[in-house]
């Protein structure tokens, strides 16, 4: 599985090129009369193609992993090392921030026609992403001894929080005429709720390692490629389009909360997770 461990770096690598394409999609591919997309606008596709290479190459470098279908957890994601607690620590301080940062963003803005259920769903969104913060760091702790029933809930606040994520992403944009521009971001959270299903799912269901690193490579990938595209678009001037402080920090918890994946698609493959569990194992006390 030697091949493997270059999933990680390639997850992130390819970043680069997806903020570029991203950040020239967003300046070059909107009108500047009434900021909708430009028919034949070349930029889209560069970035379509792209992901869609980037999907083909972490399909093959994660192929390797369906043979540890039937391994336990801890032996796949069991771990003590702590650059992993540090990014897992990380990315659930940024999300516990930024749900709080959000519901204050819900309470004191005022949108035009806005629906009481929709507001009532963005502060129930605010409180799971910082539910889902205080798991995230809960889970950097889990995972350094053998998983028990309590620790293993762990795993569905990060998953109720991404479907979440993605529902109020959808409700923010999908009566937005300029749902092109959003549409990179969309499939981007798409990702995110199956990487994170495959993460549960290795301790309440059928366990597919393979499925995880794919997912979880596009996830970082495409979520670091839209909201760094579009805060290099703002850098480079700004473009045509308008983006408002709620998308953009949605934007950014994405980012967070793929800190925390490109943390375990790392130690899922590195060829010392299967050592790094016999350590713990041995560790425990009879």
Known sequence: MNR???????????????????????LHGFDIANNLPIAGDPWVWYLAGLLAASAVVYAVLAAPLRRLKKTPFEQILGTQSPGFRMA???????????GLFYLYLTITTVEEDAAGWARALEIVYSAVTVLCGVCMIALAKAQGSPITEKSAMLTLVPLLWSCLHLLVNYRMTCVDPKLASFAFGLVADVMLVLAFYHLARLLYGKPRPAALAFFSAVSITMSASDIGGIGLSCLMGGGTLDWSAKMLLRGSLSVAACVLLA??????????????????????PE
């Open 88 to 98: 897992a620590v990380i990315a659930g301080l940024l999300l516990f921030a930024g």
């Open 263 to 284: 943390a375990e698609l790392a130690i899922l493959c590195s060829s010392h997770a299967a050592p790094a569990q016999e350590h713990i194992l041995t560790a425990q």
């Open 4 to 26: 493997t461990k270059a999933l990680p770096v390639a997850a992130v690598a390819l970043c680069i090129p997806g903020v570029a394409l991203r950040a020239l999609h967003v």
